[in-house]
């Protein structure tokens, strides 16, 4: 009888470990999760102020005479009405 206590004793003692083993893995996969999706909202910020610099960059360096469309391709009626609202 003592041999059937003692493989029960056992086998329980390898669920338990094995639940143990299973629920510490969901828990550092969590974890990771986790990491990765705070990493992700820094990188969304760090990556949007970026863009507003380089944006900022950009238009401060347009050439002159960038307030005026480039012409090339209109007719003469739509180049003189144009002339005409400004």
């Given amino acids: 009888m003592s041999t059937r206590a003692g493989t029960a ?3 329980h003692f390898v669920r338990f470990a094995a ?7 969901a828990w550092g996969a ?3 999760c986790l990491g990765a999706w705070a990493l992700g909202g820094l990188m969304s ?3 949007k102020q970026m863009a507003m610099q380089r944006f900022a ?11 005026t469309p480039d012409q ?5 009626e739509r180049i003189e009405a ?5």
């Fill in 9 to 11: 004793a056992r086998g």
């Fill in 19 to 25: 639940s143990h083993i299973i629920e510490g893995l």
């Fill in 30 to 32: 969590g974890f990771v």
């Fill in 45 to 47: 910020v760090v990556g």
């Fill in 57 to 67: 960059a950009a238009s401060t360096a347009l050439p002159a005479g960038a307030d």
């Fill in 72 to 76: 090339s391709l209109w007719a003469k």
């Fill in 82 to 86: 144009w002339r005409a609202s400004s």
